[in-house]
């Protein structure tokens, strides 16, 4: 099992490209991005089942939308998580949390009361210093 890890972990100790403000700052900007997302899809689907016109059409968009938005959240996350320190459980917890509506806010939430209860210093990108 390590033999299949280590090249993950690898990949996992190179991201550290963020000191920890930024690394929440950019997990935070993509958890409301993908919240957003939501918001227009379920307006979108709201639209069409007044029979509206062009309902097709603003669901197709908003689908589009929400779809890069969530691809978005996913791949910062896991692109932030190292500057942060996150294990895989929390990396886990934060994608799960994106696909019900709204649950990248109610995850980012969480996370916010738990870094002010618990602070951690992370230290910087050697390339930041």
């Known amino acids: 099992?390590?033999?299949?890890?280590?090249?993950?972990?690898?990949?996992?100790?190179?991201?550290?490209?963020f000191t920890d403000r930024e690394a929440w700052g950019i997990f935070r900007f993509f958890a409301i991005l993908e919240a957003v997302g939501w918001s227009l899809l379920i307006i979108a689907i709201m639209y069409r089942r007044m029979g509206l016109p062009e309902a097709a059409s603003v669901v197709s968009f908003a689908g589009h939308v929400h779809g890069i938005g969530f691809g978005l959240y996913f791949l910062f996350t896991i692109l932030v998580a190292r500057s942060m320190e996150w294990g895989v459980g929390r990396i886990a917890a934060a994608i799960?949390?994106?696909?019900?509506?709204?649950?990248?806010?109610?995850?980012?939430?969480?996370?916010?009361?738990?870094?002010?209860?618990?602070p951690a210093y992370v230290e910087p990108p050697k390339d930041i210093e």
Request: glycine share 4%; net charge positive.
């Open 1 to 17: 099992m390590i033999r299949i890890a280590s090249p993950f972990l690898w990949v996992y100790h190179k991201t550290h490209w």
């Open 96 to 118: 799960i949390a994106g696909m019900p509506p709204y649950g990248s806010i109610l995850f980012e939430r969480i996370m916010a009361i738990h870094r002010k209860k618990q």
